[in-house]
Every structure is written in C-alpha cells, then in structure tokens.
C-alpha cells in the first residue's frame, strides 16, 4: 500500500477494540487535508517522516474490527479502508470531514456508493498469449511488486515473484512465439518495461514519462510496440516502437479526458483502437488506422456505459473489437464490433462482481480468455469463450 500524495506521515498507531482500526497510518498534505489507511497488516515506516506519493508506507491486511464492512468478506480478507478528509487540523488524527467510501459517522458521507467511479478504480490485469496453448497472465501483488503465472495447456503454474514497486496492474502483449514485454507504473509514475526472450526476463527498463494510471499496450508486428496511457494531465498518452523496444518515439498527447487506464487492441498493421474511460464515467474510443487519429469527439466514439474501472481490449481477426468493462455496481460487461468499429454491440452479458479491471487476451481467432480479480474471495478468475459459447467463471486461487 502507497501513499496517496506526499506529506507527513504524523500518526502511526495500533486501535484494538470491536470498532478498532487496527494498524492505520494518517498522512497530513497541507491545507487542511489529510488521508487515512486503516487495517493494516504492518507498517513499513516510522512514527512522523515525510512521505512522497507512490512511496511504500504500509501492507493491506485485516487488523482491528470495522464495524462496517463494506463486503461479506472484508474482516477476514486483507484490505484496505481508505478515507479522505477535508478541513483537518494539524496533529490531530481524527478532525476534519470525510469524504469516505464507507458510511461513517459523524458525516455519513458514502460517495463510492452513490458516485463509484469517481472514488474507485480496480487496477488492471496483464494477460498476453503467444500461442493456441498459452496464456500469461501478469497482477500487481498484495505487496507491491509484480506476479506472473503461465498455463501450458494442461496446468497452471505457481506466482512466479518479480521484484518491483508498482502502482497499479501490469499490461502484457506477445509481439511473437515466446516473446513476452510487460509494462507498468512505477511507483515514481514513470513507465517501466520488461521482457521475455525466450529464456530470461529482462531487468526493468525506466522509460520515463509522467503516468496517472496503469498502461495498455498493443502489438500489430513482431517488432512493434504501441503503448497508451492516462498522463498526468488526465489526456490520453500514446508512444510506440517499430524495433521492439530499442528506442521509442516521442509521447503524443490524444486528447480527451479520462480518469482511468487505457484499453488497446489491433487487428493488424496500421489499425489502432484506444478505449478509455472518460471523465464522465462512460466508454470512448479513438481510433488510428494509419493516417491522423479520429479523435474523441468522432462519430461513433461514444460507446456509453457506466464504467468503475479502465477497459480491457482485444481483437481475434480482421475488424473484430471486443472489450470488456467492470462496470459501477462491479459486473463484467462485454461490448464488441464485427466491422471494424463502426457499430457496436452495446454492453451485454453482466455477470460476477470484481474489484479489479478486466482483463483480455485472444489465443486464435474466435477465442478468448478473460480474467478478473472477484469481490470475494478475491482470487483470481477466468472464462472463456470457445469460439460458440462462454464457459462459466471459473475460481483459478488466491490473488497473490
């Protein structure tokens, strides 16, 4: 767990009791503003430094005792209470208002549940596939760093640890046969990348820029990289390579406004789709097909929807878009194109409930893979579509 912005970490504490709040942590920014981090495993810094955001300040856990959950699940599963408070006063950990994800007193402000996705965002998950019997998929762990797991065809393997300080969820693509490039937020809102050669990974790679929110990226060859992100001023960010990484061009700012990571997805050369969530919480897109970019006010780039996290996207043939949205009361929703993206299904088939982002990935053509992090427990979770019909959720075990 990371702090949200810098400032003095002023009050490390442990509350027993049947409404204790456990390990918790309360960070002043100035002005009056302070954030809060409660039930916490441990704490991994002392009593009153000062903090830089993304830096790591302490571990989810389930210590003390809500004494409102937000989930069935939520005294015996690690978590995090997150609070936000306005108008506070220096020193004192428990002044000001609350502007809360859950129902507390003496405000009784819940606005993550009357405006969810202003106030949550499920990080993403990585899944890349480089052939018709392999899938990888990449998360953030409950400690901060990278975990990957791969299936074979017959059996998934263990979480394979990748040491690392991440803010938010991996993106992954397979640019060819046993090529893995992983991309992440660092937790200095650089972008870092990583990669498989068939043999080994790589060490982490700074590749700069200036990120609020996890990336996307996307491959049309076996060499070419696009990557998109939320940049700091909340447009849409797009870099890529065509030599696999060695050098890169510069960023290019898309426009729009959005308040989550990017999805991407391409059915070949010079053919682009960028899907965000905008600031008004529906799905945008904003398409390339090697010329100029359509932009976000194009016909057709509204797709609608309520979103509570960042798309996931992919495509299995020539023309064919599927992306796959949690929506705000936490379902996966599933909206796709057969032409190219100029219509659309609308979002159909809500199932399950996630706290994470969807994440996708196509092994063949009329296949697809879809994994999401459940609401509880919140393992990991997988289905299908087989080429004529979905196979059902399937629990793949616990979220490292």
Same mark, same amino acid.
């Given at each position: ?162 040491? !690392? /300080?991440? =803010?938010?969820? #991996?993106?992954?693509? &397979?640019?060819?046969?046993? %090529?893995? +490039?992983?991309? *992440? $937020?660092? @937790? ?20 700069? !820029? /200036?990120? =609020?929110?996890? #990336?996307?990226?996307? &491959?049309?060859?076996?060499? %070419?990289? +696009?990557?998109? *992100? $939320?940049? @700091? ?168």
């Amino acid at each position: 767990m990371v702090a949200a912005l810098g400032g003095n970490a002023f009050y490390t504490n442990f509350q027993p009791g049947p409404n204790g709040a456990g390990n918790y942590i309360v960070i002043d920014h100035g002005s009056g503003r302070f954030t809060r981090y409660l039930h916490l495993l441990s704490i991994a810094i002392s009593y009153g430094p000062i903090v830089s955001a993304g830096q790591l300040v302490g571990y989810e856990g389930n210590t003390g005792s809500p004494w409102l959950c937000p989930g069935p699940d939520c005294n015996s599963t690690p978590h995090l209470h997150f609070e936000t408070k306005i108008n506070a006063v220096s020193g004192d950990p428990s002044s000001g208002t609350a502007i809360n994800p859950y129902y507390e007193y003496p405000d009784y402000n819940d606005l993550w549940t009357t405006n969810p996705p202003s106030y949550q965002e499920g990080e993403s998950v990585g899944v890349a596939s480089w052939a018709s019997n392999r899938l990888d998929v990449f998360v953030r762990g409950n400690n901060g760093a990278m975990y990957h797991r791969w299936w074979d065809g017959s059996a998934w393997s263990g979480w394979e640890y990748h040491p !690392g /300080c991440l =803010r938010g969820g #991996p993106a992954a693509v &397979s640019r060819m046969t046993n %090529r893995i +490039d992983v991309f *992440v $937020r660092g @937790c200095g809102d650089h972008l870092h990348k990583k990669s498989w050669s068939g043999s080994s990974w790589s060490d982490w790679q700074d590749l700069g !820029g /200036c990120l =609020r929110s996890e #990336p996307a990226v996307t &491959s049309w060859g076996s060499t %070419r990289l +696009d990557v998109f *992100v $939320r940049g @700091c001023y909340d447009a849409l960010n797009w870099m890529y390579s065509d030599n696999s990484g060695s050098s890169w061009s510069s960023w290019q700012d898309l426009g729009g406004c959005v308040n989550a990571a990017p999805g991407a997805a391409t059915w070949g050369g010079n053919h682009l789709a960028a899907f965000v969530r905008g600031c008004s919480n529906g799905l945008h897109r904003n398409y390339w097909f090697g010329g100029a970019w359509s932009g976000f006010n194009a016909p057709g780039s509204s797709l609608s929807g309520c979103l509570g996290s960042g798309p996931g996207a992919d495509s299995w043939g020539v023309n064919r878009l599927d992306v796959f949205i949690r929506g705000c009361a936490d379902a996966a929703w599933h909206n796709y194109s057969s032409d190219g993206g100029v219509n659309f299904s609308g979002f159909i088939e809500p199932e399950g409930c996630f706290t994470s982002g969807i994440g996708v990935t196509s092994r063949l053509s009329n296949l697809l893979d879809v994994f999401g992090r459940g609401c509880g427990p919140r393992n990991l979770w997988q289905k299908s579509w087989n080429g004529s019909s979905w196979t059902a959720w399937t629990d793949s075990g616990p979220w490292p």
